[in-house]
């Protein structure tokens, strides 16, 4: 898995994201089994609920496009970033968007890098991010690993 290659998708998906409330802007880049690269940004809405976040944006793009098994994704993003802002911290995803991605990824190898840039970063395991997460083997899915 090339690491700086993901932070470097996820930095170009930052640059679309649309944040006029509350000038939080989040990229991610979502890296395949096949090796496909999926980016996706965070959408705000004034209504607050419609918002979507980058990494939801990046998983339901690949799934429309028949994507089901993943390896890792990159989430860079902060407080005004996409207005050239130095991301001084990691940008952790929501519990809905790890809820999503324990729908699609193995908890124990699929990985989350979360980055300030191509030398600042962290990587965690799914499980590490959502311990005890209730997911498709809780539903007696055996095809689904947990």
Do not use: W
């Not at 519990?95 to 300030?116: H, N, S, Y």
Request: charged share 25%; aromatic share 8%.
């Amino acid at each position: 898995m090339d690491v700086e290659m993901l932070i470097r998708e996820a930095m170009e998906a930052l640059k679309n994201s649309y944040a006029p409330y509350s000038g939080y802007n989040v990229g991610a880049a979502l890296l395949t089994e096949r090796g496909r690269v999926f980016r996706g940004c965070n959408i705000e809405n004034a209504a607050f609920s419609p918002t979507n976040c980058a990494e939801r944006t990046a998983f339901f793009k690949a799934v429309s496009e028949g994507e089901r098994h993943f390896k890792a994704i990159c989430i860079v993003g902060g407080k005004n970033a996409k207005n050239g802002a130095p991301i001084t911290d990691f940008a952790a995803p929501c519990g809905v968007c790890r809820q999503v991605m324990l729908e699609f990824c193995d908890p124990d190898t699929f990985r989350i890098i979360l980055a300030k840039n191509e030398d600042l970063y962290e990587i965690h395991t799914l499980r590490k991010l959502i311990p005890r997460g209730f997911g498709p083997s809780n539903l007696g899915h055996a095809d689904k690993k947990q």
